[in-house]
């Protein structure tokens, strides 16, 4: 009887899946810098700042990197997506399918919905790394491609679960958990940072500089490990979240949003999370890998004589209970669910955008089963650096084709949501578009070694200027007229 009742409770909720969010159900600046706050300061967090240190970044080019990449990412949430979201009020998939027709925005929803579930998924393992320290569970090492144990798969599906639910709950539900746990996940990161600098022999404020470029960040690295610049750290906080604000995926959020200037509320996430708290994680990991190096010799003078497979695990539980105990492994395993559950969320939006019929909460419930099996697996956690890059750059060139379709279009006498007013199940100028955006950047990597941080810029322009060209051939055929936008 209670399932039932709690089943007929789902059924109810209402998340404006194919429909423009109504002017009763918008949210203020509160809703946003929370969520925010409480997405990008993560578990994973715990993750990519000990990366940064892994890579040999220098302390100046890690603070100028940060600064710069940051400020990027928060202009483009505000200036590129929240407009969309705002003037639009419709899901990114919503959306697409208006412009794209509905086989091609089925595939682009197949291969999105597969990447946030990757994604999520690296969260849930960055939580299991602390539920399994009090049961002794062997953590994954950095190498590590496999899952490490059983129980470690047992943590997995038990964080798994959690997460799951609570995205099954709908966007209210989410938004709740994230604004209770931020404030408290921001003081734990700084308080873990600030607790073992001592140890690095940081006793005052004028110490820190010293210290952070002689044991933290000391511009080395292991053999086999390329070696980051500025221009890394830039372009990955920038398109850290390349999906969600050029790709446009935040469209689903931001919807919600009276105004578009609530975009900037992702200042609240990026600086939190990905400066302090990226700082704070490297911190943390520089005590670990500083244990390891010989009496008499530097970090930086030790680290080109070892191999990665010598460095310490980056598994976040651990870092963070050294640094300040039980607090430490409930503030990853908290960050984790708040990242993982919009990312769950938005993986849900697009996959039941594919098969509207089924209702929201099920096909979410299906998805974070399939994320918990993926996150199984630690290569998502170890390698995440170049995922993140990876399904930034993959979602990309989709977010170009609304932004052209949405602000220059009508400007160039083009027909806006052009699959809508043909009845098209394919627009080609959009398929070819994705398709071709991603072959010349393959081919960027692979004959002329552009490494896959630095790509996403002159994909955008890419996929900008080839959608306008194909669409200018495209609509010449037909006899269509342009369009006054609609929603």
């Keep these: 009887m209670k399932l039932e009742k709690f089943k007929s409770n789902l059924d109810s909720i209402e998340e404006y899946e194919s429909q423009p969010v109504p002017a009763s159900k918008?949210?203020?600046?509160?809703?946003?810098?929370?969520?925010?706050?409480?997405?990008?300061?993560?578990?994973?967090?715990?993750?990519?700042?000990?990366?940064?240190?892994?890579?040999?970044?220098?302390?100046?080019?890690?603070?100028?990197g940060l600064l710069v990449g940051n400020l990027l990412a928060v202009l483009s949430w505000a200036f590129l997506c929240a407009p969309i979201a705002t003037g639009t009020r419709l899901t990114l998939y919503n959306k697409l399918e208006k412009?794209?027709?509905?086989?091609?925005?089925?595939?682009?929803?197949?291969?999105?919905?597969?990447?946030?579930?990757f994604l999520a998924g690296s969260m849930i393992a960055v939580s299991a790394t602390a539920v399994g320290i009090p049961f002794g569970i062997?953590?994954?090492?950095?190498?590590?491609?496999?899952?490490?144990?059983v129980g470690?798969?047992?943590?997995?599906?038990?964080?798994?679960?959690v997460i799951t639910v609570v995205a099954v709950l709908g966007y209210d539900q989410i938004a709740r958990f994230s604004n209770i746990a931020a404030p408290w996940m921001i003081l734990i990161f700084f308080g873990a940072g600030l607790a073992v600098l001592p140890e690095l022999g940081v006793n005052s404020f004028a110490d820190f500089w010293r210290v952070a470029n002689e044991k933290i960040w000391v511009g080395a690295t292991a053999e086999n490990?390329?070696?980051?610049?500025?221009?890394?750290?830039?372009?990955?906080?920038?398109?850290a979240n390349m999906a969600m604000h050029i790709g446009m995926s935040d469209m689903s959020i931001l919807r919600y949003a009276k105004k578009w200037q609530h975009g900037f509320a992702s200042a609240a996430g990026v600086y939190l999370g990905h400066f302090f708290a990226?700082?704070?994680?490297?911190?943390?990991?520089?005590?670990?890998?500083?244990?390891?190096?010989?009496?008499?010799?530097?970090l930086a003078g030790y680290l080109p004589t070892i191999g990665s497979d010598q460095m310490p695990s980056v598994a976040p539980g651990p870092l963070a209970t050294y640094a300040i105990g039980i607090s430490g492994a409930l503030c990853v395993i908290v960050a984790g669910w708040t990242t993982a559950n919009p990312t769950i969320y938005r993986a849900g939006l697009a996959i039941q955008a594919m098969i509207p019929r089924?209702?929201?909460?099920?096909?979410?419930?299906?998805v974070g089963l399939f994320t918990t099996v993926a996150a199984c697996f630690p290569a998502l956690v170890m390698k995440l650096l170049d995922f993140v890059a990876l399904y930034g750059?993959?979602?990309?060139?989709?977010?170009?084709?609304?932004?052209?379709?949405?602000?220059?279009?009508?400007?160039?006498?083009?027909?806006?949501?052009?699959?809508?007013?043909?009845?098209?199940?394919?627009?080609?100028?959009?398929?070819?578009?994705?398709?071709?955006?991603?072959?010349?950047?393959?081919?960027?990597?692979?004959?002329?070694?552009?490494?896959?941080?630095?790509?996403?810029?002159?994909?955008?322009?890419?996929?900008?200027?080839?959608?306008?060209?194909f669409s200018k051939l495209l609509q010449k055929k037909s006899s269509i007229q342009p369009a006054v936008r609609t929603i």
């Design 358 to 366: 089924v209702k929201r909460w099920k096909v979410t419930l299906a």
């Design 99 to 117: 412009i794209c027709g509905r086989n091609l925005t089925r595939i682009y929803n197949l291969v999105n919905g597969i990447m946030f579930c």
């Design 225 to 239: 490990v390329s070696r980051f610049s500025f221009w890394h750290v830039m372009f990955f906080s920038w398109f």
């Design 138 to 149: 062997e953590m994954p090492g950095l190498g590590d491609w496999f899952p490490s144990s």
């Design 26 to 64: 918008l949210k203020g600046w509160k809703s946003f810098l929370g969520m925010y706050a409480g997405e990008h300061t993560a578990g994973t967090e715990f993750v990519i700042g000990p990366l940064f240190v892994v890579h040999g970044v220098t302390a100046v080019d890690l603070v100028t």
């Design 278 to 298: 990226w700082m704070a994680a490297g911190i943390l990991y520089a005590v670990v890998l500083v244990q390891i190096v010989p009496p008499g010799m530097t």
């Design 393 to 469: 750059l993959i979602l990309m060139p989709m977010g170009a084709v609304i932004f052209m379709d949405y602000h220059l279009f009508p400007k160039l006498r083009l027909s806006t949501d052009y699959a809508e007013q043909q009845n098209s199940s394919f627009n080609w100028a959009a398929g070819l578009t994705w398709f071709i955006t991603l072959v010349a950047a393959v081919a960027l990597n692979i004959f002329a070694g552009v490494e896959i941080f630095f790509l996403g810029l002159p994909g955008w322009f890419l996929a900008a200027a080839l959608y306008v060209i």
């Design 152 to 161: 470690w798969i047992v943590a997995v599906f038990a964080v798994g679960l």
